[in-house]
């Protein structure tokens, strides 16, 4: 366990000095300040006013940004390391593999976490100290969102950096996991109904099993509990969940994929040819 944390610490001080996590940092704080220029707090459109709107606007921003800094980025862990000759390095000193591995997620959630929920809490003491009211229960929901979004992409990059043989091959297979994701939000998923009489059913339980279409879906039933934007999909989640219970399934699913990931990238990471 002590390996462990000074693992996760010892990749927490990289990445802190990382060019990266800059800019990743830049971004997310530059998101809430130009959303605070543009007035969004002190504007009312389609009902969403104040703070609440500047929570919608920001966390449809991250759903397309966040996952493709968080898997670019992890990627290069373990390739990364592998290509620079650590492992020669490690396997010199008492660590096992399983405390540098699991100490290197730790490390990792920490830092690509620690800037979106900063950049969330800036905007609540903003408004507090504006005197705008804060909606505690969407601020809390959407934390937990995120940390659960941001473990989902921490796992899956985990477990291509596990696969893949070089730092190039990661970061291709990466941008590839995003862009399926993409390409599998509702308005394709629509386009296969309509061409192939695909069951709303089955058409719906796809998009489910993709975890940016629940990170989108679960930020849009916060404000419309009937998702009435859906149109025909919402009776089947509805049906299916209920509004409390999709609330939930978007906080476990995610995080139980990137868990899993994690478990499978730490199993061939363990089995695998190290240097």
């Known amino acids: 366990m002590k390996h462990l944390w000074l693992t996760a610490r010892l990749d927490i001080v ?5 060019r990266w996590f800059q800019i990743y940092t830049l971004v997310f704080g530059g998101i809430v300040a130009l959303l605070f220029l543009f007035g969004l707090t002190e504007s009312r459109v389609l009902g969403f006013v104040g703070l609440s709107r500047l929570l919608v606007t920001y966390i449809q921003l991250t759903m397309a940004i966040l996952p493709i800094f968080v898997l670019v980025t992890t990627v290069r862990s373990v390739a990364g390391d592998r290509e620079a000759g650590v492992f020669e390095y490690l396997l010199s000193l008492p660590v ?10 730790l490390g990792r959630y920490v830092v690509i976490f620690a800037p979106v929920f900063v950049a969330m809490l800036g905007a609540v003491l903003w408004a507090l100290a504006r005197q705008i009211e ?6 809390t929901y959407y934390t937990a969102l995120l940390a659960s979004m941001c473990a ?7 477990l291509i950096s596990s696969l893949a043989r070089g730092t190039d091959m990661a970061q291709g297979a990466a941008f590839l996991v995003w862009l399926v994701l993409l390409m599998f939000l509702d308005l394709i998923l629509l386009g296969v109904m309509i061409q192939g009489k695909v069951a709303p059913e089955v058409a719906v339980g796809i998009a489910l099993a993709n975890p940016l279409q629940v990170f989108r879906t679960a ?17 089947v989640i509805l049906d299916t969940f209920g509004a409390a219970g999709f ?28 240097p």
């Open 14 to 18: 990289e990445s802190l000095r990382a």
């Open 96 to 105: 096992s593999l399983g405390a540098w591995f699991w100490g290197k997620i």
């Open 134 to 139: 804060v909606p505690w229960e969407i601020f």
């Open 152 to 158: 989902c992409f921490l796992g899956i990059g985990m």
């Open 219 to 235: 930020a849009l039933a916060l404000f419309d509990p009937q998702l009435i934007v859906l149109g025909p999909s919402a009776y």
């Open 247 to 274: 609330r939930l399934y978007a906080l476990a699913y995610p995080a139980v994929i990137g868990l899993l990931c994690a478990v499978a990238g730490y199993v061939v990471f363990k089995r695998g040819d190290l």
